[in-house]
C-alpha cells in the first residue's frame, strides 16, 4: 500500500490529486490519501451549490466551492479536518463502506475514542457525527473518501451549509443534516499526526505500507486536471441539476419577487412581481437575461449592453445582480 500524505492546502488541487490516482487503470496498489484544506465547502457530484451552500455566507469569509466525483452531501472543510482517500482495484460487490471504514474506525478505537457506525455509516462519538464518507466506482476502481472533525470551526461549519430559505424545486441530491462534533472536544489530547501514526500501524499490520512522493510529472498532470477542471466555474455550478427558485428580497424599501427556472446555471426564464414602480421594463430584461449564465460578471454585462437606467426601473443594474445572485 502507497501512503500519500498531501502538503497542498488547496482544494481544487487535492480534488485534482484524489482523481488523478484514481484515473490510473494499470495501478494495482492500494492508496491511502490524506490531505487537508483551507476552508472550502465541498458538494456531491449530484447536487445544487444554491441549495447546499450560502453563497454570500462562503463569498463573505474567502470559502472555496468545489465539487467531487462522488455522490452524497456537501460537507465543510479547513484545517481542523482532515480527509482521506483509499483507492483500491477490487470487485464493486465485494466492497461496502462499512469495511472500507474499519481501518478509521480501528485507529480511532486504539487511540481511546469510543467510536461507533451508524445506519448510514457516519462516525459517531456521543451521538454527533464526526465523519462522513462517500464512495465512486468506475469499472474495477474503487475510491471510497471521508472526513474526520477534529478541531474544525463547527460555527464556520453551520452557516455556510444553510442557504438562504428561498423555495427551491429540483431533482438535486439533498443533503442530511446531523448533529456534529469535534474529535478534541471529547480527547483534546488527540492530535492529527498522532491519528496518522496509529492509521499507519493499523494498516501495517495486513500490507506492506511505504510512502510515496508525487514526482514532479505527477504535480504537472495534477495542477493540470486542477486548472482544467475542479477549479473550474463550469464545473463547480454547471453541474448543478435543473431548478426554479422563488425569492423575496427587500429592494428600497419594497418587497420584490423573482421567479427563476435555471439548468447548467443558465438562466432560462425569469417573472419578477412587486411594486410596479419598480418593474416597468422587467419584460425587457428578462429577454436579455435568458440564456445568460447565471454569473456577476455574465449577468452584469448583459444589463450594461442594454442601457439599463435605474431611473426606469427604479432599481440599478447593481441591485438586479445583487437580486439575481443573493
Avoid at 483534546?188 to 494498516?203: E, K, Q, R, S, Y
Avoid at 412587486?274 to 422587467?282: A, R, V
Wanted: glycine fraction near 4%; hydrophobic fraction near 40%; proline fraction near 3%.
Amino acid at each position: 500500500m502507497k501512503i500519500i500524505q498531501l502538503k497542498s492546502h488547496d482544494v481544487y488541487f487535492n480534488l485534482a490529486a484524489e482523481e488523478y490516482l484514481f484515473s490510473q487503470p494499470e495501478e494495482t496498489e492500494t492508496r491511502l490519501l490524506l490531505w487537508q484544506n483551507k476552508n472550502a465547502i465541498v458538494i456531491g457530484k449530484h447536487q445544487n451549490t444554491v441549495e447546499e451552500v450560502n453563497l454570500s455566507f462562503a463569498a463573505r469569509h474567502n470559502i472555496h466551492i468545489a465539487r467531487r466525483i462522488s455522490g452524497g452531501g456537501a460537507v465543510y472543510h479547513d484545517l481542523g479536518n482532515l480527509n482521506y482517500s483509499i483507492i483500491v482495484q477490487s470487485d464493486a460487490m465485494r466492497w461496502d463502506i462499512k469495511r472500507m471504514a474499519d481501518p478509521v474506525v480501528a485507529a480511532l478505537r486504539r487511540l481511546g475514542v469510543p467510536v461507533k457506525l451508524n445506519d448510514r455509516n457516519d462516525l459517531l462519538i456521543a451521538g454527533k457525527k464526526i465523519s462522513g464518507s462517500s464512495q465512486y466506482i468506475r469499472r474495477d476502481h474503487l475510491l471510497h473518501h471521508g472526513t474526520l472533525l477534529f478541531h474544525a470551526d463547527l460555527a464556520m461549519l453551520s452557516e455556510s451549509l444553510k442557504p438562504d430559505y428561498d423555495h427551491i424545486e429540483s431533482k438535486s441530491r439533498k443533503s442530511v443534516r446531523s448533529p456534529v462534533a469535534n474529535i478534541c472536544n471529547h480527547y483534546p489530547a488527540l492530535t492529527i499526526p498522532a491519528f496518522t501514526t496509529a492509521l499507519t500501524d493499523v494498516l501495517a499490520e495486513t500490507d506492506d505500507v511505504k510512502p510515496y512522493t508525487f514526482s514532479d510529472q505527477d504535480v504537472e498532470a495534477i495542477s493540470k486536471l486542477r486548472d482544467e477542471k475542479y477549479s473550474t466555474w463550469d464545473w463547480i455550478h454547471t453541474r448543478s441539476p435543473e431548478y426554479t427558485i422563488t425569492k423575496r428580497r427587500l429592494l428600497n424599501g419594497r418587497e420584490v419577487r423573482v421567479t427563476m427556472a435555471v439548468k447548467d446555471s443558465v438562466i432560462q426564464s425569469l417573472d419578477m412581481d412587486g411594486d410596479n414602480e419598480l418593474i416597468n421594463e422587467w419584460a425587457e430584461i428578462e429577454k436579455k437575461l435568458r440564456g445568460v449564465k447565471l454569473r456577476e460578471d455574465d449577468i452584469t454585462q448583459a444589463l450594461n449592453s442594454l442601457g439599463l437606467r435605474q431611473s426606469i426601473t427604479g432599481l440599478s443594474a447593481q441591485q438586479l445582480v445583487w437580486l439575481l445572485l443573493n
